[in-house]
């Protein structure tokens, strides 16, 4: 399966489950953010694909990361609610992957996600310092398995 049907099915996924009022930013985008609340940066990335006997169905093993971005008075807590809505979108779900270059018609497999994992990535000493940024990431791992 394509890396970019793949790729491309779970952003159409997101832009349509995703409630957070904040912009994605998506690999190649450029946005000024130095208006913004906060904002979201995604990336998909993927890995060889499981060893397995031939005659079986490619299982592909990929990460989604979403990185989140707070600024602003009193951040810790406006990050969370962001982090807390951000995480149902993709925790356990099962996504069709389609074909966007063609048609988008054709189902080609499915991708699971599995639990996400999060971690704060502020960094301390810029927020003693009066920095208003705070970043977490969110990562989900799972599978892309093709249909026959």
Same mark, same amino acid.
């Given at each position: 399966?394509?890396q970019l049907a793949i790729s491309s099915s779970l952003m159409s996924y997101w832009r349509d489950e995703v409630v957070v009022d904040l912009p994605t930013i ?24 499981? @060893? ?5 169905? $490619? !299982? ?9 971005? @707070?600024?602003?008075? &009193?951040?810790?807590?406006? !990050?969370?609610?962001?982090? &807390? %809505? ?9 996504? $069709?992957?389609? &074909? ?8 080609? %497999?499915?991708?699971? !996600? &599995? ?28 599978? @892309?398995?093709?249909?026959?």
């Amino acid at each position: 399966m394509k890396q970019l049907a793949i790729s491309s099915s779970l952003m159409s996924y997101w832009r349509d489950e995703v409630v957070v009022d904040l912009p994605t930013i998506y690999p190649g985008m450029r946005l000024d953010t130095s208006s913004l609340p906060g904002w979201l940066e995604w990336r998909t990335e993927f890995w060889k694909p499981y @060893a397995q006997r031939s005659g079986q169905w $490619e !299982l592909q093993r990929l990460s989604v990361e979403v990185h989140v971005y @707070a600024k602003g008075l &009193d951040t810790g807590p406006v !990050l969370q609610r962001l982090i &807390d %809505g951000v995480l149902p979108v993709l925790t356990r779900k099962t996504i $069709e992957v389609h &074909d966007y270059e063609q048609s988008g018609t054709p189902l080609l %497999g499915y991708v699971r !996600l &599995d639990e996400p994992e999060v971690r704060e990535l502020s960094r301390e000493e810029l927020n003693r310092s009066g920095s208003t940024l705070r970043h977490a990431l969110i990562e989900w791992r799972g599978r @892309a398995q093709e249909v026959t």
